[in-house]
Nanobody, 117 residues
Framework: QVQLVESGGGLVQPGGSLRLSCAASGSIFRVSDGGWYRQAPGKERALVARIFKGGSTYYADSVKGRFTISRDNNKNTMYLQMNTLKPEDTAVYYC???????????WGQGTQVTVSS
């Protein structure tokens, strides 16, 4: 069973930056599409960014130009660099991996990001 563990969340002022990390227990990111989701209080979990197996990326409009998703296959780790953070970015951020053309998917436990002055 693949385990995903997020880290890097915390409290940051508006305009600040954070980098989230997602460490996998195996080489899952070599064979999967990786993604970051977030869930704010009272809202549904939503996709923030995705990095496909081939390396292409997708960003939600709300974070485009501010967030960058990347991965290091040698370290079995995926990242989300978040710049120019806004209060509306406050949420629990979840790491996700899915195996293309299958029903296999894995979730991390989540890490809290709070943007507040």
């Amino acid at each position: 069973q693949v385990q995903l563990v997020e880290s890097g969340g915390g409290l940051v002022q508006p305009g600040g930056s954070l980098r989230l990390s997602c460490a996998a227990s195996g080489s899952i990111f070599r064979v999967s599409d990786g993604g970051w989701y977030r869930q704010a209080p009272g809202k549904e979990r939503a996709l923030v960014a995705r990095i496909f197996k081939g390396g292409s990326t997708y960003y939600a409009d709300s974070v485009k130009g501010r967030f960058t998703i990347s991965r290091d296959n040698n370290k079995n780790t995926m990242y989300l660099q978040m710049n120019t953070l806004k209060p509306e970015d406050t949420a629990v951020y979840y790491c996700h991996a899915r195996i293309p053309l299958s029903t296999q998917e894995f979730w991390g436990q989540g890490t809290q990001v709070t943007v507040s002055s």
